[in-house]
């Protein structure tokens, strides 16, 4: 062979580009965002029968909130944990197993014969949350070909309308039948199962041959101090909306029932609009992040939604409703843009940024629920609802956010 003809092979081997990110795999998108709608919507079960629960135990509020707190941050406490052993062996088999302890939760609440076993069944269902969440965000962050704010909306929407269903499901499916209903619930767990064993098999074969398309892992070029200030600022942000969506989670119905007379269906239904605007609000979120910029996003859902919150407390029924909906669709669009933020800012730790802030997410709502309901017992569920309406304020700190793009 001739020395030009070699030079010609060099030269082309030094210019072969490298293996593309591989397209976003839909299929694998929508199966773990329909899974995170079975598991939401399974966990939204316990919160949606507490008027169910307080009547049939005789709980106080401050008891409400405990329930809340228990499930929460048993949640809060191991994703981070669970994240971080992920992020150095992902280990996809567990995604079918934190359906296990859903299933065994679900069970026991069924037949709770005390208060204590009502405490032991929603933690077992935190432990579920706790295992599920971080890896399936994982799932779809490397199934999104690059679309991480869409990848991540998409699996958000899910867990949200799940959420919204959970009310519903309910209203006319527990509420008639009584508590043990809670039971029939299990086999939504063994359809989840199923469907994550196949996941994790998309998982393991794409997982290694993803990472290599991937490349090595990029730095942001900003600086420790500045890296732990915009995460200081992201979990400020990340309190603000988590606490105001407990206390619309666990007390609008106990709010419309005191303060308007309604009935405990029709509260359901209001509840079922607040948790249905927050899914639908939450697929606008990524994909706006990813065009316009994911601080935008955050400025506009945390700060933009102040003015909705402040005029809740003071609203006629109809007006509540109006609210509401506006409130949820506004402060969705926040948390996939606050978790995709967060995973560029420590790129190549996905699952323990994952696991931190759905972990941060679910705790500071259970500490939410428990002190809201503790001030209820107090003062009145109108005076929580005042209180609450000035923390999205706290949105103003997004302005010592950096401009991730040009990082």
């Given at each position: 062979?001739?020395?030009?003809?070699?030079?010609?092979?060099?030269?082309?081997?030094?210019?072969?580009?490298?293996?593309?990110?591989?397209?976003?795999?839909?299929?694998?998108?929508?199966?773990?965002?329909?899974?995170?709608?079975?598991?939401?919507?399974?966990?939204?079960?316990?919160?949606?029968?507490?008027?169910?629960?307080?009547?049939?135990?005789?709980?106080?509020?401050?008891?409400?909130?405990?329930?809340?707190?228990?499930?929460?941050?048993?949640?809060?406490?191991?994703?981070?944990?669970?994240?971080?052993?992920?992020?150095?062996?992902?280990?996809?088999?567990?995604?079918?197993?934190?359906?296990?302890?859903?299933?065994?939760?679900?069970?026991?609440?069924?037949?709770?014969?005390?208060?204590?076993?009502?405490?032991?069944?929603?933690?077992?269902?935190?432990?579920?949350?706790?295992?599920?969440?971080?890896?399936?965000?994982?799932?779809?962050?490397?199934?999104?070909?690059?679309?991480?704010?869409?990848?991540?909306?998409?699996?958000?929407?899910?867990?949200?309308?799940?959420?919204?269903?959970?009310?519903?499901?309910?209203?006319?499916?527990?509420?008639?039948?009584?508590?043990?209903?809670?039971?029939?619930?299990?086999?939504?767990?063994?359809?989840?199962?199923?469907?994550?064993?196949?996941?994790?098999?998309?998982?393991?074969?794409?997982?290694?041959?993803?990472?290599?398309?991937a490349g090595p892992v990029r730095s942001t070029g900003l600086s420790r101090n500045k890296t732990l200030l915009s995460l200081g600022v992201l979990t400020a942000l990340l309190f603000s909306k988590s606490f105001y969506t407990a206390s619309m989670s666990s007390y609008l119905q106990f709010y419309l029932i005191e303060t308007f007379g309604v009935s405990v269906a029709m509260a359901q239904?209001?509840?079922?609009?607040?948790?249905?605007?927050?899914?639908?609000?939450?697929?606008?979120?990524?994909?706006?992040?990813?065009?316009?910029?994911?601080?935008?996003?955050?400025?506009?859902?945390?700060?933009?939604?102040?003015?909705?919150?402040?005029?809740?407390?003071?609203?006629?029924?109809?007006?509540?409703?109006?609210?509401?909906?506006?409130?949820?669709?506004?402060?969705?669009?926040?948390?996939?843009?606050?978790?995709?933020?967060?995973?560029?800012?420590?790129?190549?730790?996905?699952?323990?940024?994952?696991?931190?802030?759905?972990?941060?997410?679910?705790?500071?709502?259970?500490?939410?629920?428990?002190?809201?309901?503790?001030?209820?017992?107090?003062?009145?569920?109108?005076?929580?609802?005042?209180?609450?309406?000035?923390?999205?304020?706290?949105?103003?700190?997004?302005?010592?956010?950096?401009?991730?793009?040009?990082?």
């Amino acid at each position: 062979m001739s020395l030009r003809a070699e030079n010609g092979i060099a030269a082309a081997a030094e210019v072969e580009p490298k293996p593309a990110l591989p397209g976003t795999a839909y299929a694998v998108l929508f199966a773990i965002s329909f899974c995170h709608l079975l598991n939401d919507m399974m966990q939204a079960l316990v919160p949606a029968i507490y008027p169910l629960l307080k009547e049939s135990y005789a709980l106080d509020f401050g008891q409400i909130g405990l329930i809340t707190l228990c499930f929460q941050m048993t949640a809060s406490v191991l994703q981070p944990v669970v994240g971080a052993v992920t992020d150095k062996r992902p280990s996809p088999r567990s995604l079918a197993a934190s359906m296990g302890f859903t299933l065994i939760g679900l069970l026991l609440v069924s037949r709770a014969s005390s208060f204590g076993m009502l405490l032991l069944a929603v933690s077992l269902i935190g432990v579920g949350s706790a295992i599920f969440h971080p890896e399936s965000s994982r799932i779809a962050r490397m199934a999104s070909g690059g679309r991480h704010g869409f990848a991540q909306s998409l699996f958000q929407v899910g867990g949200n309308a799940g959420t919204a269903i959970g009310p519903l499901t309910a209203a006319f499916i527990i509420l008639p039948a009584g508590q043990k209903a809670v039971a029939w619930f299990a086999a939504v767990a063994l359809l989840a199962m199923l469907i994550l064993s196949r996941i994790s098999t998309w998982y393991t074969t794409h997982q290694v041959a993803r990472s290599k398309a991937a490349g090595p892992v990029r730095s942001t070029g900003l600086s420790r101090n500045k890296t732990l200030l915009s995460l200081g600022v992201l979990t400020a942000l990340l309190f603000s909306k988590s606490f105001y969506t407990a206390s619309m989670s666990s007390y609008l119905q106990f709010y419309l029932i005191e303060t308007f007379g309604v009935s405990v269906a029709m509260a359901q239904l209001y509840l079922f609009l607040f948790l249905g605007a927050l899914a639908v609000g939450t697929m606008a979120g990524g994909p706006l992040g990813d065009r316009i910029g994911r601080k935008y996003v955050i400025w506009f859902s945390i700060l933009g939604v102040l003015p909705f919150t402040a005029l809740l407390p003071y609203a006629s029924l109809m007006w509540t409703g109006v609210l509401v909906v506006l409130i949820g669709l506004i402060l969705a669009s926040a948390f996939s843009a606050i978790v995709v933020f967060g995973q560029e800012l420590l790129p190549g730790r996905i699952g323990m940024v994952s696991g931190l802030f759905f972990g941060l997410s679910f705790g500071i709502g259970g500490v939410g629920a428990a002190v809201l309901g503790e001030v209820a017992d107090w003062t009145s569920i109108g005076t929580v609802f005042k209180i609450c309406s000035f923390l999205p304020a706290i949105g103003i700190l997004t302005i010592f956010l950096p401009n991730m793009r040009k990082a």
